[in-house]
C-alpha cells in the first residue's frame, strides 16, 4: 500500500468536492466573499487598508455560455476558461490568491533573543515546523522578517518541491520567518485548516512548480501565489472536509506506522536470518557432509593444473587460513604467516573454513563505453551501466553494445561498486558488458552462486562502510580480500534452499500489504 499517494487521493478528493457530499442550505461561497469585498472597501475608505491592498481582487463567475470569467477592479472581464483546471461543485468559486490572502506584514526581531524559523526548521514529510532556532537579535538574518499569526500557512517559495509547508499555531505564532516564505494568511472566506490542506495538495504543488526560475536555488514568486487560481467551497463545508479529511489522514497515518514497523520487523527478521545462516546456525550440521577442507583442497588441486596448462597466472597472494594450537586465526602466504585474529568475524562449526573471496572465485571489472558504442535498438548484447538497472535482485536491459570488453555470464553474481553499491544480482539473461561501476563475481570452481549472494548481502555494511572517494565506491582489492565463511557444499545447497522460501514467505506478506 502506498499510503504517500492514498494522502495524495484524500486531499486531491477534498479539494475538488468530492470528498463530502454538498449541502443547499450552505452559504454559497460567492456570497462571503461579496461580503468580505464589499467589507475591504469599508476598510479604504476607514484608512484600514490602502487601495493597492485590493487591486488584485477579482471575480471569477460563470457566465450564460457556461464558460468561466473573470471581472477586474476597473470593471473588465476577460474569459479564463482556458486557466480552470478541473470543475467544482455548485456553491463553490474559483478565487485568486489575491481574494483569498491577507498581504503579508513584516516584523522585525525585538528583544535580547527571537525564535527564528527558516526552511531547515520544516519536516517536509508531515508539514509541520519541527523546532524554531532560537536566535540572538544582534545576529538576526537579513531574510528574518515574515510577521506570523495564529492559523496562517507558511510556504517556501524557494524549492517549493521540496514541499517545505507548515501550519503555524498559537504557540508559534509568535516567531518571525524567513522571506523565503510566502505567508498564506486567510481571509474569513477560508478556513485555516482546509487552506492548510489545499496548499499541501498535488494540485497546488505542482501548479507552481512550473513557474520556478534559477539555477541555483530555483524558486516562485509571490506573484505566482497570488495570481493562482484556488478552489474554495462554502466555509461549513470547508470544515465538514476538515473533519473528514482529517479523521481519513489520521487513519492512514496510523496504517503508515503500522507498515514500516511490520517491514522494519520483517528487515530485521530476514537480516538475523541471514545471520545464523552464514553463521552455520540456520540449518543442522550434517557429520557426513564433506568437510569444507576437502574443498578447497579440491579448490586449490583444480588452480595448479589450470596453472601449468597455462590458462592463469599463479597469485602471488594465494593463502590458507587455519586455525593454530592457541585457537588464534593465521594466514600463511608463501613467504609469511600472519595473525589475522581481529579480521574473523565469528567461530566455524567445527567442519567449516575460512577463505578469502580471491582464492575461490575470479573478480571481473567492468569498463565504461563511450555513448558512440552503444545503443537503445537492441543491437549486439546488453550493456549493463550502473545500479539504475538493478531492481529487488533483477537486472533491466535498456542498452545495447557491438563492442563488448568486459563480458558477465550466466552464473555470474553482479554487485554495484561505485555510486550507489551493494546492488545485488545474479545473471541469469547470458552474455553482457558491464560499466565500471559493476563487477561480476564468477564461480569457477562450482561453488554454490546462491550461497555466495548470502555471503555478499551479509557483508554489505563491511562493504559500504570501506568505501572510498566522493564519489561512493569500493575497491577490486576492498571485494577480494572479503574473508568469507565456507561451509560443506552440502550445507550451502540445504540453507540456499530455505532461504529461498524464507524469501518466498516474506514476498507473500509484503504483497499481502500492498
Known amino acids: 500500500m502506498d499510503t504517500q ?32 469585498h464589499t467589507e475591504k472597501l469599508q476598510m479604504v475608505k476607514d484608512g484600514k487598508l490602502k487601495a493597492k491592498d485590493i487591486q488584485g ?34 456553491g463553490w468559486i474559483w478565487c485568486r490568491g489575491y481574494s483569498c490572502f491577507w498581504g503579508m506584514e513584516s516584523k522585525k526581531p525585538d528583544g ?65 520567518a524567513s522571506t523565503g516564505f510566502y505567508i498564506c494568511n486567510p481571509l474569513p472566506l477560508v478556513d485555516a485548516q482546509y487552506l492548510f490542506l489545499l496548499m499541501t495538495s498535488g494540485y497546488i504543488i505542482n501548479g507552481l512548480n512550473q513557474f520556478m526560475k534559477g539555477d541555483n536555488s530555483p524558486s516562485i514568486r509571490q506573484k505566482d501565489i497570488e495570481n493562482w487560481l484556488y478552489p474554495i467551497p462554502p466555509l461549513y463545508e470547508q470544515k465538514r472536509i476538515v473533519d473528514f479529511a482529517n479523521r481519513s489522514l489520521s487513519l492512514n497515518d496510523d496504517i503508515t506506522k503500522r507498515i514500516n514497523e511490520l517491514k522494519s520487523t520483517i528487515s530485521i527478521t530476514k537480516a538475523k536470518i541471514l545471520d545464523l545462516a552464514i553463521r552455520g546456525k540456520l540449518v ?78 575470479q573478480l571481473l571489472s567492468g569498463r565504461d563505453l563511450s555513448p558512440s558504442k552503444y545503443n537503445s535498438n537492441k543491437d549486439g548484447i546488453p550493456y549493463i551501466t550502473g545500479a539504475s538497472n538493478f531492481s529487488h535482485g533483477s537486472v533491466s536491459i535498456i542498452r545495447w553494445t557491438q563492442y563488448p570488453q568486459v563480458i558477465t555470464k550466466v552464473g555470474d553474481l553482479l ?37 555466495l549472494r548470502l555471503c555478499i548481502k551479509y557483508y554489505l555494511n563491511l562493504i559500504i562502510t570501506s568505501a572510498k572517494g566522493l564519489i561512493p565506491g569500493i575497491t577490486r582489492e576492498d571485494t577480494l580480500d572479503l574473508i568469507l565463511p ?14 529461498k522460501e524464507i524469501d518466498y514467505i516474506a514476498l507473500f506478506q509484503a504483497n499481502h500489504i500492498k
Not at 494522502?7 to 449541502?23: F, H, N, S, T, W
Not at 552474455?431 to 570452481?445: E, G, K, L, S, V
Not at 565456507?486 to 532461504?499: E, F, G
Request: hydrophobic share 35%.
Open 112 to 176: 535580547k533573543f527571537f525564535e527564528y524559523i527558516d526552511i531547515d526548521s520544516i519536516d517536509n514529510k508531515r508539514h509541520c515546523v519541527l523546532s524554531p532556532k532560537k536566535i540572538l537579535s544582534s545576529q538576526a538574518p537579513s531574510r528574518a522578517s515574515r510577521k506570523l499569526k495564529n492559523g496562517c500557512i507558511i510556504f517556501s517559495m524557494v524549492r517549493p518541491y521540496l514541499e517545505n509547508i507548515a501550519y503555524i499555531d498559537e504557540q508559534l505564532s509568535t516567531c518571525i
Open 57 to 90: 481582487d477579482t471575480v471569477i463567475f460563470n457566465g450564460e455560455d457556461n464558460l468561466h470569467y473573470e471581472k477586474f477592479q476597473d470593471g473588465t472581464v476577460k474569459c479564463i476558461e482556458n486557466e480552470i483546471p478541473f470543475e467544482i461543485p455548485d
Open 415 to 451: 554487485i554495484t561498486c561505485k555510486g550507489t553499491i551493494g546492488e545485488i544480482a545474479v545473471n541469469d539473461f547470458g552474455d553482457a558488458h558491464i560499466a565500471r561501476q559493476i563487477m561480476a563475481i564468477r564461480n569457477t570452481h562450482t561453488l554454490n552462486s546462491g550461497y
Open 284 to 361: 543442522p550440521q550434517d557429520q557426513n557432509d564433506e568437510p569444507a577442507s576437502v574443498l578447497i583442497e579440491r579448490i586449490r588441486s583444480e588452480k595448479e593444473k589450470l596453472i601449468k596448462q597455462g590458462k592463469i597466472k599463479r597469485d602471488k597472494n594465494d593463502s590458507v587460513i587455519y586455525k593454530g594450537d592457541d585457537n588464534s586465526y593465521y594466514e600463511k602466504f608463501q613467504d609469511k604467516v600472519i595473525c589475522i585474529d581481529d579480521e574473523i568475524p565469528f567461530e566455524l562449526p567445527d567442519n567449516w573454513k575460512f577463505i578469502r573471496l580471491k582464492d575461490a572465485w
Open 486 to 499: 565456507l561451509p560443506p557444499k552440502q550445507y550451502q545447497i540445504r540453507v540456499v534452499r530455505l532461504i
Open 5 to 36: 499517494a492514498l494522502r495524495q487521493k484524500i486531499i486531491d478528493l477534498a479539494i475538488r468536492g468530492k470528498l463530502v457530499p454538498q449541502d443547499p442550505n450552505d452559504e454559497p461561497a460567492a456570497a462571503l466573499l461579496k461580503r468580505i
